[in-house]
């Protein structure tokens, strides 16, 4: 699941001359900045209050943690879509007549002096989207890892479904849950891992030869790669889990596979096709 709300909202109606790529950038880009912004001064209005009123210190500290718990959701539902929009402004396409435009919107030159001001503005985001938010991720867990790994005080001499279910309900963690809490204690920076892996197969790999065999190919490997990790060290608590995801990349590659089969020919509707699409 991701939110993109340059896809949901009616934003080329907004504005005489069209909604182009360059205004989907920075609006994708902009709003979860100006939202985490406007959260933060709520965040101190309300230290200021409370320490004006201790008597509301309990009830101001929940509605804190419930706010810290909705903007972790939010930046991890943002991130696949934001990261890919920022990517895409430096997907070109070049054409016959030695034109260059942007894959995502043909009416931009990407040898425009324009377009080139915001592939600088687009390559500063990259630090803060498709690599700011998993190093931020790991940060935060990496500072309470001994909650996560349970080697914390708060788990001595519990019984190990005890731990966990004391980990999943601890409200010094609580805005974190949704990173650990399907993962095993020794795999607590698993999901910064599937971040990088979302980049990687949805993002980067744009740029590997556009277009090509040769990129499915490698989507194929990193596929591969990635299933063989999760085969391996098996991330999850629950072995279910394991099988559903293992299931999940296991139906990707077969989407890359019969891709590159179209691709290369071999199916499709072509006269040497081995397999005809009727």
Known sequence: FQIDLAALLPLAC???????YHRVLLFT????????????????VS????????EATAKASKSAVHVRVMVMT?????????????????????????????????????????????????ACFVFVYPLGIPLGYYMMLRNVRDHLTLQHEDY????????????????????LRFLYFQYRPGMWAWEIF??????????????VLDGTALQIVIGIFVT?????????????????????????????FICLLLGLMFKTGIAGDGVDSELPSK
Request: aromatic share 16%; net charge negative.
């Open 224 to 252: 591969f790669v990635i299933f063989g990790m999760f085969s391996y060290f098996q991330p999850f608590l629950d072995p279910k889990e394991t099988i559903l995801e293992v299931l999940a990349l296991f139906a990707i």
């Open 156 to 175: 001595q001499g519990k019984t190990f479904e005890e731990q966990i279910a004391l980990r999943d309900k601890s409200e010094k963690i609580k805005h």
């Open 29 to 44: 880009t902009l709003w979860p900045l100006a939202f985490f912004a406007v959260v933060a001064v709520l965040e101190r």
């Open 194 to 207: 599937q971040c990088f892996h979302k980049v990687v197969l949805t993002g980067l790999l744009m740029f």
């Open 74 to 122: 939010l930046s991890f539902f943002i991130f696949t879509s934001v990261s890919n929009v920022v990517f895409s402004t430096f997907n070109c396409e070049l054409f016959d007549d030695g034109a260059r435009l942007l894959k995502a919107d043909y009416s931009i030159d990407c040898d425009s002096g324009v377009h080139q001001m915001y592939e600088v503005y687009a």
């Open 47 to 54: 230290r200021i209050f409370i320490k004006r009123h201790p």
């Open 14 to 20: 907004l504005t005489k001359d069209g909604f182009n």
